[in-house]
């Protein structure tokens, strides 16, 4: 089992960026595939990204590729969630999510964080 832990939220102009990054507990880290879904005011948790549990494979909302990207560091346990030339419609809680030896373009998460709120102004 995995705990996660998300931090970098906040508040952002439209243009801007933020880097969000989730620390996971457990030795196993580097076992689990990592994501990150987003759920907005009055619509259903949506898949933003994932990274495959070597790191080898990325996968993206179609609405994000070239302006976020995921990465992981095995060594701190955590994974990341570049966002850059944010939109008002990014606005959303970003939960981190992990998956024991997920493939990066089917994931689904089997361990969730308690998520961050990231909210984009015009």
């Known amino acids: 089992q995995v705990q996660l832990v998300e931090s970098g939220g906040g508040l952002v102009q439209a243009g801007g960026s933020l880097r969000l990054s989730c620390a996971a507990s457990?030795?196993?880290?580097?076992?689990?595939?990592m994501g990150w879904f987003r759920q907005a005011p009055g619509k259903e948790r949506e898949f933003v990204a994932a990274?495959?549990?070597?790191?080898?494979?990325?996968y993206y909302l179609y609405s994000v590729k070239g302006r976020f990207t995921i990465s992981r560091e095995n060594a701190k346990n955590t994974v990341y969630l570049q966002m850059n030339s944010l939109k008002p419609e990014d606005t959303a809680v970003y939960y981190c999510?992990?998956?024991?030896?997920?493939?990066?373009?089917?994931?689904?998460?089997?361990?969730w964080g308690q998520g961050t709120q990231v909210t984009v102004s015009s």
């Open positions: 990274i495959s549990w070597r790191g080898e494979n990325t």
């Open positions: 457990g030795r196993t880290f580097s076992s689990y595939a």
């Open positions: 999510a992990a998956e024991y030896l997920g493939l990066a373009y089917a994931f689904r998460g089997d361990y």
